[in-house]
């Protein structure tokens, strides 16, 4: 433009009319500055436009997360579900003596003691081998004690017989238990029928009585 400008000059002398040449020197300058504003206008909203696309990725890309990942709540099982399910893979314990830690013959000893101390020395062991069924079972704790501190499992151990001191014959009962005698015949439940207070345990299938103690299932 600025060229054109002085070629037309050339010919009309306009190059001495300083009146004429400030004119166009403004206009130049005018054209100049909305260039420079549109540029910076154009810049302007690029910036924007990439801050916009910026954060408009990470809100999508959080979104996508949430939705990929479920909830704490989704993910984990209802208690009663887990506790089926821990007790269908529960590893069954070996009632070989050598599976039996001391505590466990210890606790096992007390039980017999403190529930069938003045039984027949079957009844004795049919307790011992009863304690064993349960570890055994998935509906059941899978260690000794476990089975015994269940509550209201056994009547020693609510009223306080279960420390007391045990004498030889509940001791050989457990051993003889651990060694495989089984005179409960499998039996995981027994009661006294003269002191028993639940009406469900009645509901229970009967295997043998042994001494005052009824065995079942």
């Known amino acids: 433009m600025t060229a054109w400008f002085f070629r037309r000059c050339e010919s009309t002398d306009c ?33 924007v436009l990439l801050i916009a696309v910026f954060f ?19 993910m984990a099982a209802p208690a009663k579900e887990n506790s089926k399910a821990k007790q269908s893979t529960k590893t069954k314990q070996s009632s070989h003596p050598s599976r039996a830690s001391a505590n466990d013959l210890k606790l096992m000893a007390n039980a017999v003691y403190g529930e069938a101390r003045g039984e027949p020395y079957e009844g004795q062991v ?46 050989k009962a457990v051993q003889q238990a651990l060694n495989g005698w089984d005179p409960s015949g499998g039996c995981t439940y027994y009661f006294n029928p003269a002191t028993a ?21």
């Not at 020197?25 to 206008?41: D, N």
């Not at 408009?56 to 989704?74: D, F, H």
């Open 15 to 47: 190059m001495h009319n300083p009146f004429f040449l400030h004119q166009h020197y403004a206009k130049i300058s005018i054209h100049a500055k909305e260039v420079s504003t549109v540029r910076s206008l154009w810049i302007s909203g690029m910036i």
């Open 56 to 74: 408009m990725g990470n809100q999508l890309l959080s979104s996508e997360k949430s939705v990929a990942s479920p909830r704490g709540t989704e």
């Open 126 to 171: 049919a307790i011992a081998a009863v304690i064993l069924n349960r570890v055994k079972s998935p509906s059941f704790p899978n260690t000794p004690s476990g089975v015994i501190f269940e509550p209201r499992a056994f009547t020693a151990v609510a009223d306080g017989q279960i420390w007391l001191e045990p004498n030889d014959n509940a001791r």
């Open 197 to 217: 207070t639940s009406q469900w345990i009645w509901s229970r299938p009967q295997v043998k009585k042994i001494g005052k103690h009824i065995f079942c299932r």
